[in-house]
């Protein structure tokens, strides 16, 4: 599971290095982002650009690190690929989750809200 995290601009940007987020690697996908979120952000930005594909375990890994956030942490998402992004928007999780067309766009636009 590569998944790479920084520090920028009062978030934790963190890029998914996979071209599939699916059952095969769901379990650690959620172990691994469980690791990475110790770190001290109230927003965590989850770079989606690498990902062509998504199924149901994947989109459930991704709920299930957003609840496992205390409640003044957020999850944002950026750079859905247009497979992923439509699978947001059919299950409607694309009102659950602040999403950005990239993380240089989620940069530029600062602190301003994002949903």
Same mark, same amino acid.
């Given at each position: 599971?590569?998944?790479?995290? *920084?520090?920028? !601009? %009062?978030? @934790?940007?963190?890029? $998914?290095?996979?071209? #599939? @987020? /699916?059952?095969?690697?769901?379990?650690?996908? =959620?172990?691994?982002?469980?690791?990475?979120?110790?770190?001290?952000?109230?927003?965590?930005?989850?770079? +989606?650009?690498?990902? *062509?594909?998504?199924?149901?375990? %994947? @989109?459930?890994?991704?709920?299930?690190? &957003? =609840?496992?956030?205390?409640?003044?942490? #957020?999850?944002?998402?950026? %750079?859905?690929?247009?497979?992923?992004? =439509? $699978?947001? #928007?059919?299950? #409607? &999780?694309?009102?659950?989750?602040?999403?950005? !067309?990239?993380?240089? !766009? +989620? @940069?530029? *636009?600062?602190?301003? /809200?994002? %949903?």
């Amino acid at each position: 599971m590569n998944l790479y995290a *920084e520090a920028r !601009a %009062g978030a @934790l940007v963190v890029r $998914v290095d996979e071209e #599939r @987020l /699916d059952a095969a690697i769901a379990i650690r996908f =959620k172990d691994r982002m469980r690791e990475i979120c110790v770190q001290p952000a109230p927003r965590i930005v989850l770079d +989606m650009s690498r990902i *062509e594909f998504l199924d149901s375990s %994947g @989109l459930g890994a991704v709920v299930a690190v &957003m =609840k496992a956030l205390s409640p003044n942490r #957020r999850l944002e998402l950026a %750079g859905l690929t247009p497979n992923v992004e =439509k $699978v947001f #928007r059919l299950t #409607r &999780m694309d009102s659950v989750f602040p999403i950005h !067309a990239s993380v240089e !766009a +989620m @940069l530029s *636009e600062g602190v301003r /809200d994002a %949903g």
